[in-house]
């Protein structure tokens, strides 16, 4: 606990002082000020015959699966978390679980229209068509959309996208995979050119390729000779797929294993045949004691807390909005010193403040190559068009600006090193 202890405090004062020192945020992505353990101020509540706005607010939410998948859990104890530090009554918030991506994700947002939510979040990538509908049909409610890519191309005023830096958080997981094959290659298990990670991935979206290649990059930072393959499932949540997923890339003889996919597969494939796991999205320490070594995760609590002040205040909300370390939204879970190599904490420490001063950027192109090819100019679509046409060049001052020209990951390029075992999906 002490360990992680120093790795949130040493987040936290990073924060202040760049927040001290005026740091900026990249255009047309909006971060809000770290964040503290009370919510931002509303305006003074009306008297007289004026109704109280907060008591008047009601707020939806949406899922795509329930607690067991651990990105909706995810999500869950942030909307939690948020309607308990505002004070909502039991009346004032609705969850959804299970909301497939189609028409059900317009159906629950409308039935949550009907029941007077005046503020409307969904969880999912496939979920954006139908938010946009809802959008579109009821102009009078804000409707925003994690992982989505389409709000500052629709030009609706009240349908909003939200991502966070996460790439950074996977690179620090990274780290300390790396760590541990080091640790791993002193003790003699393997030998260098045998230090090759496994990952289960759930679709080859760009999120999930700026995922498994931000991590790559964290753990080739300290293990040079690391080498991944990486495997799809084409599911956000499937256990046996994830399970059966990890089973094949250990029997490859892959000695860490890391994922981003929802379910418990990969961690128990792993405590089964003691292989040490990075998960995602929360701890999985308690089934995993033996193998579980760190995990990174999206904090959506500030991002909910920040709609609802600006709801509550009238205040604008951005199409894109990015949350990083500096509002906590990018966040590691306790390190497992069980399973950990010895250092470790203080390796992600120093990591982190390089990445939070902006001395250490994780897509420096100096430090992957294309092709055999070192990485000069890229142009991705962040629009997102039909044809998915390049259209905003994102490599400058020697790295990928990754989440800055919009706030879901763009980066989908197939770096070396990294072997796609399946790109069906």
């Known amino acids: 606990m002490k360990k992680t202890l120093s790795i949130l405090l040493a987040l936290s004062l990073l924060a202040a002082l760049l927040v001290g020192c005026g740091a900026q945020t990249p255009a047309t992505v909006t971060e809000q000020p770290a964040g503290t353990d009370e919510p931002a101020p509303v305006e003074d509540t009306p008297t007289g015959d004026e109704t109280d706005p907060m008591a008047e607010l009601k707020v939806g939410f949406i899922f795509l699966h329930d607690e067991n998948s651990t990105y909706d859990l995810n999500f869950l104890n942030a909307a939690k978390e948020t309607c308990a530090a505002m004070g909502f009554e039991e009346d004032q918030f609705i969850y959804r679980t299970n909301i497939p991506e189609g028409q059900e994700c317009y159906d629950a947002a409308a039935e949550m229209v009907d029941a007077g939510c005046s503020i409307i979040f969904a969880d999912s990538f496939g979920h954006e068509p139908y938010m946009i509908q809802a959008a579109q049909e009821f102009p009078e409610v804000e409707f925003c959309h994690a992982t989505g890519t389409r709000a500052h191309t629709e030009g609706l005023a009240n349908y909003h996208n939200a991502f966070a830096s996460i790439y950074e958080g996977r690179f620090l997981a990274g780290v300390a995979a790396g760590m541990k094959l080091n640790e791993m290659i002193e003790a003699g298990e393997f030998t260098e050119d045998e230090a090759k990670i496994g990952y289960i991935g759930a679709f080859t979206y760009a999120e999930v390729m700026s995922g498994y290649t931000s991590f790559f990059l964290g753990a080739r930072s300290i293990c040079p000779s690391a080498t991944m ?3 799809f499932t084409g599911s956000w949540y499937d256990e046996t797929a994830e399970k059966e997923a990890a089973n094949k890339l250990i029997a490859d003889d892959c000695k860490l294993i890391s994922q981003h996919a929802d379910s418990m597969g990969a961690p128990t494939a792993c405590e089964t045949a003691g292989v040490p796991n990075v998960s ?12 579980f070594i760190i995990s990174s995760r999206i904090n959506w609590a500030p991002y909910y807390e920040y709609v609802i002040n600006a709801v509550l205040n009238g205040e604008e909300i951005p199409a894109d909005w990015t949350g990083s ?12 010193e069980e399973a950990a190599a010895e250092g470790t904490v203080e390796m992600i420490t120093a ?8 001395e250490l950027h994780v897509f420096d192109t100096a430090a992957f190559t294309v ?11 962040v629009d997102t068009d039909a044809a998915y046409t390049g259209d905003t060049e994102v490599v400058s001052d020697g790295y990928f600006h990754e989440s800055e020209y919009r706030s879901a990951p763009y980066f989908d390029i197939q770096i070396d090193g990294i072997t796609l075992l399946d790109t069906a999906f």
């Open 229 to 231: 393959e990486v495997t």
């Open 280 to 291: 995602y999205n929360g701890s999985t320490k308690d089934a995993c004691p033996n193998t």
């Open 325 to 336: 370390m500096l509002t906590d939204s990018v966040q590691l879970t306790e390190v497992n």
């Open 351 to 358: 990591v982190a403040q390089a990445l939070a001063t902006g």
């Open 371 to 381: 092709d055999g090819e070192e990485l000069t100019s890229y142009l991705a679509d």
